[in-house]
């Protein structure tokens, strides 16, 4: 069975940083892992991948500011948030895709930033 993990998420001041950690079990032909977020009333929107052989996309909002990186050999992706804002407070989950499943989601782990 599928699980992900996540972890790291919480409060923080606005210029501060946060690592979000995301390990992927019970899986194999992992092709690309990530994160994504939702906002109340929004819908839910790409942050960023990164595939296993470490290409990485990120949305717009985050570049230059937060960083995805992966753990191939522990099935672990990581988020670095460096000098989120306030407008980044959201629920982030994690992604898992993995070749001819469905995609995998995790619980999602809320991030406040305060300013």
């Known amino acids: 069975q599928v699980q992900l993990v996540e972890s790291g998420g919480g409060l923080v001041q606005a210029g501060g940083s946060l690592r979000l950690s995301c390990v992927a079990s019970?899986?194999?032909?992992?092709?690309?892992m990530g994160w994504y977020r939702q906002s109340p009333g929004k819908q839910r929107e790409l942050v960023a991948t990164?595939?296993?052989?470490?290409?990485?996309d990120y949305a717009e909002f985050v570049k230059g500011r937060f960083t995805i990186s992966a753990d191939n050999r522990k099935n672990t992706v990581y988020l670095q948030m460096s000098s989120p804002k306030p407008e980044h407070t959201a629920v982030y989950y994690c992604?898992?895709?993995?070749?001819?499943?469905?995609?995998?989601w995790g619980q999602g782990t809320q991030v406040t930033v305060s300013s």
């Open positions: 990164i595939t296993r052989a470490g290409t990485t």
């Open positions: 019970g899986i194999f032909g992992i092709s690309l």
């Open positions: 992604l898992l895709r993995s070749l001819g499943r469905d995609d995998n």
